[in-house]
């Protein structure tokens, strides 16, 4: 049942290992020693309890510069979800004795929840969540259709920049810079809405159902155009995916409408 599971992101810092030394007697294709563990969580939280799927963030420390995470797993036992998330680290490297540590987004298999209250566990860590009143099932995804993800928690945006250029008429331009979740995932065309005084920027995306993706950060600078035909002078607020910044008009905006 759990098929899907997509780490949204790793940061690690700091990272440094050297590769074991061959030995010298090894046959053919035999590999160096995996050593195996579990991840030390210092916290579990929930980010997004209100919409599915349902995520968790989870940070920690590995314990040198040679250990990685590895692949998550997840069961659920009635109103508790249970996840291992594992490490692996090289027999015999040379590593950096530092905590190096991370941060991870796992979605929560949440098909069909009822109005209850349930616990995520992750080696050990616990957070809880109110499940939603009977949400719907997930729907199916065809191998090589593309899913939308409409949600600003599927995207990173880390800086708004309001210019404002004195052209005639005036012209307002925002750009946001954040990191995409993964290798496959990419931007659709901004979607822009004005309630009162607070332009609302969300950034659609869309990734390939079921595709094999690099599992990293992937960087996006967007320069998105604000319509201010017609505005009053005054202070005015941009929200991108929950992330803010206020621009000055300093002026009345013309309006090309005739009279």
């Known amino acids: 049942m759990w098929l899907g599971l997509i780490i949204a992101f790793?940061?690690?810092?700091?990272?440094?290992?050297?590769?074991a030394p061959g030995r010298a007697?090894?046959?053919?294709?035999?590999?160096?020693?995996?050593?195996?563990g579990m991840a030390l969580v210092d916290s579990v939280e929930i980010v997004n309890?209100?919409?599915?799927?349902?995520?968790?963030?989870?940070?920690?420390?590995?314990?040198?510069?040679?250990?990685?995470?590895?692949?998550?797993?997840?069961?659920r036992?009635?109103?508790?979800?249970?996840?291992?998330?594992?490490?692996?680290?090289?027999?015999?490297g040379t590593c950096t004795m530092a905590l190096v540590p991370y941060e991870v987004i796992i979605p929560l298999e949440t098909e069909a929840l009822s109005a209850r209250s349930y616990t995520?566990?992750?080696?050990?860590?616990?957070?809880?969540?109110?499940g939603p009143v009977e949400a719907p099932p997930l729907p199916e995804k065809a191998r090589g259709a593309e899913i939308d993800l409409i949600t600003g928690d599927n995207s990173l945006v880390e800086s708004v920049i309001v210019l404002v250029r004195e052209t005639d008429p005036v012209e307002v331009q925002v750009e946001v810079r954040g990191n995409l979740r993964d290798g496959c995932t990419r931007l659709r065309d901004a979607r822009v809405r004005r309630e009162g005084d607070v332009f609302r920027i969300a950034l659609p995306k869309v990734r390939p159902a079921d595709a094999m993706c690099t599992m990293a950060l992937v960087p996006f600078e967007v320069?998105?155009?604000?319509?201010?035909?017609?505005?009053?002078?005054?202070?005015?607020?941009?929200?991108?995916?929950?992330?803010?910044a206020r621009f000055e008009l300093p002026q009345d905006a013309p309006s090309n409408q005739p009279r």
């Open 10 to 19: 790793v940061m690690l810092a700091g990272s440094g290992c050297a590769p």
């Open 25 to 36: 007697n090894a046959a053919e294709g035999e590999v160096d020693a995996i050593l195996k």
């Open 49 to 75: 309890a209100e919409a599915l799927p349902i995520e968790v963030r989870v940070r920690g420390n590995l314990p040198d510069g040679c250990t990685e995470l590895a692949e998550p797993s997840m069961t």
């Open 77 to 92: 036992e009635g109103t508790t979800f249970r996840v291992k998330l594992p490490t692996v680290r090289p027999a015999g």
């Open 120 to 130: 995520v566990n992750v080696n050990g860590s616990t957070a809880h969540f109110e």
């Open 223 to 244: 320069t998105i155009a604000l319509d201010v035909e017609g505005l009053a002078a005054g202070t005015y607020t941009v929200d991108v995916n929950g992330v803010t």
